[in-house]
């Protein structure tokens, strides 16, 4: 039997479902890039039809975060960009479109020539980047003959060309996208056909994902448990210790705090540090906080994880 060990306790689990985005691969990364580059194309074809594009709505429409120069620094783990489909993020920026002036006709061209501007890009640029502590994680359950899948929003091409860039195609023995079902996240239909395909029962297998549409699919599946990746919600940590300023840390100010912040994410994500200390030392406050932040944004989580290092998996006697 495997356990699926994690600091909530442990899971006789027979395989494991990942997510891709955000789970697997680092999300800003990757459709940040994607993002930035479609709203770019988006508002240029806008203006050569004469029209404008309302910046103060830029963020509001894929559920992106934006710094000044207009860069996706973080995302809305709830939102559409995190968890809708293609087909949902095409018909947003259709209806933006068709709202602002153009025909749905026009819109849905335009949206299409901008999906093929972005897809192009991610293509050459590659931009992608595994999560802290995944590779190593992985190696782990091959070591132990644990059968994994990938359910993604994602559809099942581009899911495909995404593994092979950041190099871990090899490790799953199926990838799932939202094209390959009826419904997807977080109606349990990908997590079905996953444990069809690896041959096991759901209730025997392990979720992990970075939104709660992961952490319902999961539940809606009948899986052994729901496992949350956290550690996105640091760069939303580090704004708001920034933004708190002094009055918020006594004896230090904003900027300390964010440096304190990011320090016990890298502790987390190295698996060193009061992120993986003993349990008389006890985690740091702001280790605590990420994985606070990570319960407010997983609501639906049996366990919440800040990264891969507070993973393990074992062979036990049946």
């Known amino acids: 039997m495997i356990e699926l060990n994690t600091p909530q306790g442990d899971y006789p689990v027979s ?5 891709k985005d955000g789970t697997l691969l680092q999300f800003v990364s990757l459709w940040g890039s994607w993002g930035e580059c479609f709203l770019d194309q988006f508002a240029r074809g806008l203006e050569q039809r004469g029209l404008s594009f309302p910046e103060h709505q830029r963020a509001s429409l894929l559920g992106t975060v934006h710094d000044a120069a207009g860069k996706i620094t973080d995302y809305d783990r709830n939102g559409p960009l995190a968890m809708g489909t293609m087909n949902d993020l095409y018909a947003i920026l259709s209806w933006q479109g068709y709202t602002l002036g153009l025909s749905w006709a026009e819109a849905v061209e335009l949206v299409d020539a901008c999906r093929n501007g972005a897809d192009a890009m991610l293509e050459q640029s590659r931009p992608v980047r595994p999560l802290p502590g995944l590779v190593p994680f992985l190696d782990a359950c091959a070591a132990q003959g644990i059968p994994m899948a990938v359910v993604t929003a994602d559809e099942t091409a581009a899911a495909e ?3 092979c860039w950041l190099g871990i195609r090899q490790y799953f023995t199926a990838v799932i996208g939202t094209d390959q079902v009826e419904r997807g996240k977080p109606f349990p239909d990908m997590a ?46 580090v704004a708001s210790a920034t933004a708190e300023g002094p009055d918020a840390n006594p ?22 540090g009061d992120a ?5 030392a006890g985690r740091s406050g ?5 994985q606070a932040a990570g319960r407010t944004l997983l609501p639906d989580a049996d366990c919440v994880v800040s990264s891969y290092a507070e993973l393990g998996v074992r062979r036990t006697a049946r």
């Open 15 to 19: 395989a494991i479902l990942f997510d």
């Open 161 to 163: 060309s995404h593994l």
């Open 192 to 237: 079905l056909l996953a444990c069809g395909r690896l041959g096991v029962s759901p209730a025997e297998a392990a979720v992990i994902g970075d939104t709660n549409g992961d952490m319902r699919m999961a539940a809606a599946a009948g899986a052994a448990v729901a496992i949350g990746i956290a550690g996105g919600v640091t760069a939303g940590l």
């Open 251 to 272: 004896g230090g100010n904003g900027q300390a705090a964010a440096s304190r912040v990011t320090a016990a994410a890298d502790a987390a994500a190295s698996g060193s």
């Open 276 to 280: 993986h200390g003993t349990a008389d």
């Open 286 to 290: 702001l280790a605590a906080d990420i």
